[in-house]
């Protein structure tokens, strides 16, 4: 093997993926060289014994070609393994940074998000929680009158169609029952802008802190 082509095992790039390409190329280019060295070995102990003179030194030439090929390609994969652990670190390296920056983006994001566009949810949800709250008295108000009318009155009231209608959450999810308020954690019926106050009862872990 010429010098060219030995130096021609180097990787095309400097990444992990080209240089365990280049790595499998001189593993193939010593295991060649080898076993040529090999078979040269034989052919000169049959030359010692039956060639000419000029055959022996012929395949003592050959032999010795083959066995600096064997060595300069292991000298090569020798450099490649360490250059391959260089380039393993470097990209792990090049993950983390690229993770921590990745998490540092989204982490601002939700942070704007809070700021900017919780406080406005915040009210929005609160205002809905009291709108719950009064259609819930409201209802319990028109079913405590309607059960407090004589029978009559309550079959001249059924006559006409008139229905007590049932809590405002059960409407929409009957699961929700007794109200909405109730399952809400974030934020609670005053709301609140961030960072949390007395106003807000937030969730953490399975836990409420008021």
């Known amino acids: 093997m010429k010098i060219k082509a030995i130096m021609g095992l180097r990787p ?5 993926a080209s240089i365990r390409a280049a790595i499998g ?15 040269l070995e034989a052919t000169r102990a049959a030359t010692m014994l039956d060639g000419e003179a000029a055959q022996l030194e012929r395949a003592e030439r050959d032999l010795a070609t083959a066995r600096a090929d064997a060595e300069r390609a292991g ?13 393993e670190r470097a990209e792990v390296l090049a993950r983390v940074r690229t993770a921590a920056k990745d998490a540092e983006a989204a982490s601002a994001r939700f942070l704007a998000f809070m700021r900017d566009e919780y406080p406005k949810l915040a009210q929005k949800i609160a ?16 079913n405590a009158a309607f059960i407090a009318l004589p029978p009559a009155d309550v079959a001249q009231m059924m006559e006409e169609g008139v229905q007590m209608p049932p809590q405002p959450s059960m409407t929409i999810a009957p699961y929700l029952f007794p109200n909405f308020n109730a399952n809400v ?17 937030f969730e953490f872990q399975g836990k409420v802190n008021a």
């Not at 190329?25 to 078979?39: D, F, I, N, P, Y």
Request: proline letters at 5%.
């Open 75 to 87: 000298i090569m994969l020798e450099a490649l393994r360490g250059r391959l652990e260089a380039a």
């Open 185 to 201: 954690r974030l934020p609670a019926a005053r709301g609140s802008a961030w960072p949390p106050t007395d106003d807000c009862t």
């Open 25 to 39: 190329e001189a593993e193939a280019a010593q295991a060649e060289a080898k076993a040529r060295a090999a078979g």
């Open 12 to 16: 095309k790039a400097q990444d992990a």
């Open 127 to 142: 205002a809905g929680m009291r709108l719950e709250t009064a259609a819930s008295e409201a209802t319990q108000a028109a």
